[in-house]
């Protein structure tokens, strides 16, 4: 379980709708390069980690793992959400590295 302030900065994100939801959305971000961090399900598949990890390597954007990103958003069904405001990204990583949450 990541630090409770990362999922305060994902519902942040959410409400000021700074953040797309699903694998599609996310790819377009990140293609796009709208996307400043990707945030992955840790229950993801094993072909969609891969493909999301090579996507944002290619990109040089960040990966962080965690459980349920995406009910945080208010996106229930979303296993990867992408954060596209520079400063939210920032204090996501730095709150989710205050525990080594991040992967």
Wanted: aromatic share 4%; with cysteine.
């Amino acid at each position: 379980m990541a630090n409770p302030k990362v999922y305060a900065y994902i519902g942040f994100a959410a409400r000021a709708r700074k953040c797309l939801g699903g694998f599609q959305g996310v790819e377009g971000a990140v293609r796009s390069r709208k996307a400043k961090l990707v945030l992955g399900d840790t229950g993801l598949g094993e072909n969609t980690r891969e493909k999301l990890d090579r996507m944002c390597a290619q990109s040089g954007i960040p990966v962080l793992y965690i459980d349920h990103p995406g009910e945080a958003a208010g996106k229930h069904n979303n296993m990867c959400l992408a954060i596209t405001d520079e400063e939210l990204a920032r204090a996501i990583l730095e709150a989710a590295g205050d525990l080594g949450g991040k992967e």
